[in-house]
């Protein structure tokens, strides 16, 4: 079954304390996206990648890290998680270099205590 | 710098009625434009795609149109049903391989 998968799918945190979020796809897509959704803000990107080694910021990159070493993986990173991080986290993906279709993950909600 | 809104946070139509949102941006016309649907605690699905030098998109009950002169896209749900009820989103791209999404409009089919 073609998906875009993404663990932990909850996790609870203390500020400061490094984590990663996996994201994983198998549909041999190119392009990779992490974002953020927060009441009232709506969905907001936070990196992207066109293709393996080819990342690059979104619109709030800040206190995120990503890498691509992959084409199937795109993990996300934050190493100094703070309580502004709290959020509900989606990696998406799509085919070929025009994004075009985004097929999401089922989303990693994430509470910094 | 590019801005997107969809100009209704909740919307609230008869069941069997046509719902339509609306999507508008700013700037710059982007090459396509697209609609999702979100349940809630979900991920957002992706429904439709309009590309510019399209004016309109069937599938099904849904239809989208995209008017580059007023920087405009209506999404139309016919003959709607309870089931219809999620937050739709649309989203374009950034001419620079960023995509920027809407804040959503929440349709509530009534039966």
């Known amino acids: 079954e073609a998906q875009v998968t993404q663990n932990p799918r909850y996790l609870i945190t203390v500020t400061g304390k490094k984590l990663t979020v996996t994201c994983s796809q198998n549909m041999n897509h190119e392009y990779m996206s992490w974002y953020r959704q927060d009441p009232g803000l709506g969905l907001r990107q936070i990196y992207y990648s066109m293709n393996v080694e080819v990342t690059d910021k979104g619109d709030v990159p800040e206190g995120y890290k990503v890498s691509r070493k992959e084409k199937r993986n795109f993990p996300l990173i934050l190493e100094s998680p703070s309580p502004n991080q709290t959020s509900l986290y989606f990696c998406?993906?799509?085919?070929?270099?025009?994004?075009?279709?985004?097929?999401f993950g089922p989303g990693t909600r994430l509470l910094v205590l | 710098s590019q801005k997107i809104e969809q100009n209704s946070e909740a919307l609230n139509i008869q069941e069997g009625k046509t719902a339509t949102l609306t999507c508008n941006y700013t700037?710059?016309?982007?090459?396509?434009l697209q609609w999702y649907r979100q349940d809630p605690g979900r991920g957002p699905v992706f429904l439709l795609l309009?590309?510019?030098?399209?004016k309109e998109k069937r599938k099904e009950r849904l239809k989208v149109t995209f008017d580059t002169t007023l920087k405009q896209s209506l999404f139309h749900i016919t003959a709607s049903q309870p089931a219809d009820s999620a937050t739709y989103l649309c989203?374009?791209?950034?001419?620079?391989?960023?995509?920027?999404f809407g804040k959503g409009t929440r349709l509530h089919i009534l039966p």
């Open positions: 309009i590309r510019e030098n399209e």
């Open positions: 989203a374009l791209d950034m001419m620079n391989d960023k995509i920027i």
């Open positions: 700037n710059y016309s982007p090459a396509y």
């Open positions: 998406a993906s799509s085919p070929g270099t025009e994004q075009e279709t985004q097929y």
